[in-house]
T-cell receptor, first 112, second 114 residues
Framework: DAKTTQPNSMESNEEEPVHLPCNHSTISGTDYIHWYRQLPSQGPEYVIHGLTSNVNNRMASLAIAEDRKSSTLILHRATLRDAAVYYCILPQFYNQGGKLIFGQGTELSVKP | SAVISQKPSRDICQRGTSLTIQCQVDSQVTMMFWYRQQPGQSLTLIATANQGSEATYESGFVIDKFPISRPNLTFSTLTVSNMSPEDSSIYLC???????????FGQGTRLTVV
């Protein structure tokens, strides 16, 4: 299983950008990089995913290193609602379904 | 996309009893997954619920303790058997359709064993 490494915690100020790093040095050529977050007292929710190119959506941007051994989730303007645990995951897909192995994630706190 | 409903949302149970958690998906999916989240911890995969065959359990989890049923492509149950206080956790159901789309999670069942 491809493993990911993330810092345990990060702090940000409200309305400032946040860069959440993830290392995945054992990634294979077909592994997608997924990011999920878990808000307090909720189930995880999808944030973004990508394979090789940088990706943007309404929630965040994902910057993937050229060698794909690391990636960075970018929240362009953090809000208090973005305080959550962020998980970088390389899902294992087979037989039309995928299982996610969660690491400890990065707990992001946002200061007003 | 997929919308997942879990029941119950929370329960307080006596030790030695069993609780069955239901997971309903609004579309047909090949595989569903059950996770456990112990207090202050990350999610741990319990098993993959396969329709028409026995569930596939991860290391450290056994069928006698966590029997899983999957009668069709939209529904699954997880039973936590012979509960002890160490089983107090949040149990979550999830589906992930393919590598091109996101996984979806239920809101979880918060179980407290007293």
């Amino acid at each position: 299983d491809a493993k990911t490494t993330q810092p345990n915690s990060m702090e940000s100020n409200e309305e400032e950008p946040v860069h959440l790093p993830c290392n995945h040095s054992t990634i294979s050529g077909t592994d997608y990089i997924h990011w999920y977050r878990q808000l307090p007292s909720q189930g995880p929710e999808y944030v973004i995913h990508g394979l090789t190119s940088n990706v943007n959506n309404r929630m965040a941007s994902l910057a993937i290193a050229e060698d794909r051994k690391s990636s960075t989730l970018i929240l362009h303007r953090a809000t208090l609602r973005d305080a959550a645990v962020y998980y970088c995951i390389l899902p294992q897909f087979y037989n039309q379904g995928g299982k996610l192995i969660f690491g400890q994630g990065t707990e992001l706190s946002v200061k007003p | 996309s997929a919308v997942i409903s879990q029941k119950p949302s929370r329960d307080i149970c006596q030790r030695g009893t069993s609780l069955t958690i239901q997971c309903q998906v609004d579309s047909q999916v090949t595989m569903m997954f059950w996770y456990r989240q112990q207090p202050g911890q990350s999610l741990t995969l319990i098993a993959t619920a396969n329709q028409g065959s026995e569930a596939t359990y991860e290391s450290g989890f056994v069928i006698d303790k966590f029997p899983i049923s999957r009668p069709n492509l939209t529904f699954s149950t997880l039973t936590v058997s012979n509960m002890s206080p160490e089983d107090s956790s949040i149990y979550l159901c999830s589906v992930a359709l393919d590598r091109y789309t996101e996984a979806f999670f239920g809101q979880g069942t918060r179980l407290t064993v007293v």
